[in-house]
């Protein structure tokens, strides 16, 4: 890996930033990308426990990730990407997230803004963001505010200036940024428009804090990034207004990474699971000879397969449903449709995600829990990831739009 490589902050504080990007495999195809994330999930899993443990940011990870080509995989085929299906996309995820979930979520935004640039910018935008990715550029997010009721509200200031166009705000829950070549983020214009704005990772006035303390998903340097009178490239300012009356498919598509992602952790607890039992768990006393012939342990395995092969099967089926939408002109009706079967998807596996990785440590039994395994690792995940957004608005989202057709209010999170 390359050395570090580091900026000064106005506060005189050292700033790790990544390293040059470097043209990455050129994945062709969607047989490949799953071949690639097969591939790679085992070097990711190395090492899991202890990043977790000792909260060891994910560098070389990353890098392998971006090397590989699967940063790629939404860049559409007429700007030289591979665009594979949203259901291998999801799968992908899955299959990265089941080794180290805080690694598959790191570039979960990258590609919720890559659906965004598909829909809002113009031609020559798409160009030149869509030449950074396939060149090895990564993108990160600067997430919401803190500031106001709700969670779309934006005081993060645009202004033209002698200079140029300068941002400033502070931002939260900024996943990826700390790996980023480019942070984009939704601010204000001087006319009050909102705007989608690139900034470079490396540019003067911007400072990406390490501040995440959640008690899951410990590695995503999901902290604080503040613009203060930060350059912006006026070239790649993008005005979110038509969007408000224009359906897409952004939304459900970023939904659906969040789904796999936590389909990924059910997925990682049931192995554990299956392996702890197998080599470590002793059989109850005068009951059976090993663990793998208690009935019940055995009733229980059988029980959490079946919840997770119908939660994979509802996330694949949303995939394809996106898959299926995307090939026409994009409805109010479809994208509502897009968003309803993503919102099936993410219920099932927000619910096994749960459901595995608690039951990891029942069936495992209590030396299970002892610190050195780091098995609650995976329900600690769990907890948080499935939290970015409340699954009990996607259970209101589905009733009601069975019950009285109403369709999902389009934002990032349906």
């Not at 665009?83 to 690694?103: C, G, K, P, W, Y």
């Not at 789904?259 to 952790?265: F, T």
């Not at 030396?367 to 939290?387: M, P, Q």
């Amino acid at each position: 890996m390359a050395s570090p490589f580091t900026q000064t902050s106005s506060d005189g504080s050292q700033e790790r930033l990544p390293p040059p990007p470097s043209r990455p495999h050129l994945i062709t195809c969607d047989a490949e990308a799953i071949e690639i994330a097969h591939a790679l999930a085992p070097r990711l899993a190395e090492g899991a426990s202890a990043r977790d443990r000792g909260r060891i940011l994910p560098w070389e990870e990353i890098e392998l990730f971006t090397a590989s080509g699967l940063g790629t995989l939404t860049v559409p085929r007429q700007f030289g990407g591979p665009e594979v299906s949203n259901e291998t996309l999801a799968r992908v995820f899955a299959i990265l997230a089941a080794a180290d979930a805080s690694v598959a979520q790191i570039p979960q935004n990258q590609f919720g803004v890559l659906g965004l640039v598909r829909e809002a910018a113009s031609p020559g935008q798409q160009a030149r963001i869509y030449a950074d990715i396939l060149a090895g550029h990564r993108i990160g997010n600067a997430g919401p505010e803190r500031h106001g009721r709700a969670i779309t509200h934006v005081t993060t200031q645009l202004a033209r200036t002698d200079e140029g166009l300068r941002l400033t705000g502070q931002r939260y829950y900024s996943t990826g940024s700390m790996f980023a070549h480019w942070i984009p983020t939704r601010a204000v214009d001087e006319a009050g428009r909102p705007v989608f704005v690139w900034v470079r990772r490396d540019a003067p006035g911007v400072r990406v804090v390490d501040d995440w303390a959640g008690f899951g998903q410990t590695t995503t340097a999901s902290g604080t990034v503040i613009f203060e009178a930060a350059p912006v490239d006026a070239e790649l300012l993008i005005d979110l207004t038509p969007l408000a009356t224009r359906p897409g498919l952004a939304g459900p598509q970023s939904q659906l990474i969040q789904a796999a992602i936590d389909a990924g952790i059910a997925a990682g607890a049931v192995a554990a699971a299956l392996d702890f039992v197998r080599t470590k768990t002793r059989a109850w006393p005068f009951t059976v000879e090993t663990a793998t012939q208690d009935p019940y342990i055995i009733g229980e395995v059988g029980r959490l397969e079946i919840d997770l092969h119908a939660a994979e099967e509802v996330l694949a089926r949303a995939g394809h449903t996106l898959d299926r939408i995307a090939a026409a002109p994009v409805t109010a009706e479809s994208s509502a449709e897009a968003s309803v079967a993503v919102a099936e998807a993410k219920i099932l596996t927000t619910e096994i995600a749960l459901e595995a990785s608690e039951r990891l440590l029942e069936l495992a039994g209590s030396s299970a829990t002892r610190e050195g395994y780091n098995l609650g690792r995976f329900w600690r995940d769990a907890r948080v990831h499935t939290l970015h957004d409340p699954v009990r608005w996607k259970y209101h989202l589905l009733g009601n739009y069975t019950l009285n057709g109403a369709l999902p209010p389009r934002h990032q999170w349906n």
